[in-house]
């Protein structure tokens, strides 16, 4: 059984807004600020990463750990926050 933590649970349960990158699970300050550096200032912007790479959450994962050297359990937990997010307002 797979746990999420606090943060994703957050995440999931309400509108994503305009919620700072750092609001995503899996993404602390420094991949956030990786992130920003490089235009992904709002938890949005990655989202529409994620949808452009059609919510393949393996694709995802290889190019959130390519643009900001993530590990594999923080990717995935991005991932799997935006694809639950997904599924639950869109």
């Known amino acids: 059984m797979s746990t999420t933590s606090q943060k994703h649970r957050n995440f999931v349960s309400e509108p994503m807004a305009d919620k700072p990158v750092t609001a995503l699970a899996g993404i602390g300050d420094r991949l956030g600020h990786s992130l920003m550096e490089q235009g992904y200032d709002k938890a949005y912007v990655v989202l529409g990463q994620f949808l452009l790479l059609r919510k393949d959450t393996e694709l995802f994962c290889y190019w959130l750990k390519d ?24």
């Not at 359990?73 to 869109?90: I, P, V």
């Open 67 to 90: 643009v900001t050297a993530a590990n594999s359990k923080q990717a995935d937990d991005c991932a799997q926050c935006l694809k639950e997010w997904c599924d639950a307002f869109l």
